[in-house]
């Protein structure tokens, strides 16, 4: 069985439901958020083009990339069950124009979130690993389990940015 566009759409509808959710609990922390809508490429090359430059969801410090994890964990970082996280494939972050301030993983089982911050990059190592939904083998960065934060972490530097951002557009 192979990746299907039914199975693109859907893994891309649910992912886009994941983005409102996290858009959504950082809005009502009083964050300035927007969550794009949701587009669907309609040929392969607009797949790499939309890899490259989609943002899930945007804020004031940057864009967060938001992932749905089927292993089940809390909002406790020491509740994930491996000692690596998969981040993301090497192409994709690699291609992206606009690295992500972060990664949000929300746990399909509870919406709980944990985070990893794009700038622990330097702790990521790449990893061949078989993809069971696309049933491909790819490159992926994945991350050591102290490289996990809170939601409330995540909140906290985007509001120091945020504030930031503010005194120097003078508000």
């Known amino acids: ?5 039914q199975d693109y759409k859907k893994a891309f509808a649910d992912g886009h439901s994941r983005n409102e959710y996290v858009a959504e609990l950082l809005r009502r922390r009083g964050l300035w958020v927007d969550c794009p809508p949701l587009r669907y490429a309609r040929t ?41 996280m998969i981040v993301d494939t090497v192409g994709s972050w690699d291609g992206k124009t606009e690295k992500p301030v972060a990664y949000v993983f929300v746990c399909i089982e509870n919406n709980e979130c944990l985070v990893i911050p794009g700038s622990s990059r330097s702790q990521w190592q790449v990893k061949e690993l078989f993809d069971h939904k696309k049933k491909i083998t790819d490159n992926f960065y994945v991350a050591p389990k102290s490289c996990l934060r809170t939601m409330d972490q995540l909140v906290a530097f985007l509001q120091r940015r945020e504030m930031e ?5 003078g508000r």
């Open 165 to 169: 951002w503010d005194s120097v557009a």
């Open 1 to 5: 069985m192979t990746w299907s566009d």
């Open 44 to 84: 392969k090359s607009e797949i790499s083009e939309f890899t490259h430059g989609e943002k899930d969801v945007v804020t004031r410090a940057g864009t967060l990339e938001v992932k749905g994890q089927g292993k089940y964990f809390t909002s406790d970082p020491s509740s994930f069950p491996f000692a690596t």
